[in-house]
């Protein structure tokens, strides 16, 4: 009987799993237009390097400002 009723419950989860994918893969084609795990993939990598540039920019940014706020203080 405990058999029976894992057996059930693998296949009610294996189910949702299935759903939730369904609806990642339908997120991600209307909202980015990726069609594969591939672009997938290369949306990440996008991404990553875009954040990576952005916070690399940022850290300049905030290093040149410390060093005009020292020397406004001298």
Known sequence: MK????INESKQR???LKGERSA???QLKEEDGC???EEVEQLIQRNDETI???????NKG???LEMELKKIRE
Request: proline content about 0%; overall charge negative; hydrophobic content about 35%.
């Open 3 to 6: 058999t029976k009723a894992f």
């Open 14 to 16: 294996e189910s949702e």
């Open 24 to 26: 990642i893969l339908r």
């Open 35 to 37: 069609d594969s795990a």
């Open 52 to 58: 990576t540039r952005l916070s690399d920019e940022l």
């Open 62 to 64: 905030m290093r040149e």
